[in-house]
């Protein structure tokens, strides 16, 4: 491969006859390099092909901006990422965690509050990637110095998970805040606060952001029609609270919900809507 551009000393773009050009980062693999000159990659410690334009652009500025050190404790933390998931990262996740944790290093800097409402959904809803997000901020800490909010483990997490499904950010957080909308609707209903420590509204919580995974990858199977008359004659309640909750999911995902998953809402309503009753 021939360099293309030196971003940094830590940091090349190269020319690939496979890939056109690709990002090499490794320490000093830029040094004394100029356009045009042969680069190995048996010394990059990272390699990745970005083929979006925009993200190009957007990582080669964030690159001038960034210290070679943060480069390089970003290149440890997508090492952790892939060796805790034993998975290649998308590429997107290099320019979008890159960025996110540039800034919330300087916004703890700058004393600025980090609130993040979805925290205990998240962690329950993607636990390894919350544990993972948590080891890698402690990592980034150790590198810049600067604790970093509670609230920042949940964005991370959210990074990950979107990065290891190949499901863009936005949709990850689309996916979040419905979630949040449908739990609201159940708190109203049976008149009480959701508590993610206990293990009913853990599953719950679990069941809603599974259901929606599976309703937009149309992966779903049909229950029995027996199951779903005799839950609809013994669990009114729960039952029509189940509609009320697909017909949110179907207006936010604009996509049909099968019937199956009135049999799967009603039953974990069912075990929530007792603690309504004690």
Not at 2 to 21: F, G, Q, R, T
Request: charged residues 30%; hydrophobic residues 35%; contains cysteine.
């Amino acid at each position: 491969m021939n360099v293309k551009k030196v971003l940094n000393n830590n940091v090349i773009i190269a020319e690939h006859p496979d890939y056109e050009e690709v990002v090499l980062t490794g320490k000093g693999l830029g040094f004394g390099k100029k356009p045009g000159d042969t680069v190995d990659d048996s010394g990059a410690e990272k390699f990745f092909v970005l083929k979006d334009q925009r993200e190009q652009e957007q990582y080669k500025q964030l690159l001038i901006e960034i210290d070679e050190a943060f480069i390089g404790c970003m290149n440890e933390c997508m090492a952790m990422v892939e060796n805790r998931f034993n998975v290649t990262l998308h590429e997107h996740i290099h320019v979008a965690l890159t960025d996110h944790l540039y800034y919330a290093v300087h916004r703890q800097k700058q004393g600025l509050e980090v609130r993040n409402p979805f925290l205990a959904e998240t962690e329950i809803a993607y636990p390894e990637e919350f544990q993972t997000a948590r080891e890698l901020l402690l990592h980034v800490e150790e590198c810049t110095g600067t604790p970093m909010a509670e609230g920042e483990v949940g964005f991370v997490a959210l990074h990950i998970h979107s990065a290891l499904t190949r499901r863009s950010l936005k949709e990850v957080n689309e996916h979040t805040m419905l979630v949040s909308d449908l739990v609201k609707l159940i708190e109203e209903t049976f008149d009480i606060s959701m508590n993610p420590k206990e293990l009913d509204h853990q599953r719950l919580l679990r069941h809603l952001h599974q259901a929606l995974e599976r309703i937009q990858n149309d992966d779903y199977a049909d229950e029995p029609e027996s199951l779903k008359n005799v839950l609809k004659k013994e669990y009114p309640l729960c039952y029509n609270l189940s509609w009320k909750l697909i017909k949110m999911m179907q207006q936010a995902l604009r996509k049909p919900v099968p019937e199956s998953e009135a049999v799967y809402l009603t039953l974990h309503l069912q075990r929530l809507s007792r603690q309504s009753y004690k």
